[in-house]
């Protein structure tokens, strides 16, 4: 999007993905985020329970 200038929604159909908000939302976590770390899942939920 960046280099070729093309919309959300262009680059959503281009990669096949339903959604031009998704594509939306990454590249605002990209630009605020500081990069590729920006858009890694990070885990969820309650860390596993050590066994003693």
Avoid: C, Q
Avoid at 8 to 29: E, Q, V, Y
């Amino acid at each position: 999007m960046n280099e070729t200038g093309t919309s959300s929604r262009d680059t959503a159909a281009l990669f096949n993905i339903s959604s031009p908000g998704m594509i939306r939302n990454w590249k605002l976590k990209f630009e605020v985020g500081g990069g590729y770390d920006a858009l890694v899942s990070k885990k969820k939920g309650h860390p596993s329970m050590k066994k003693r």
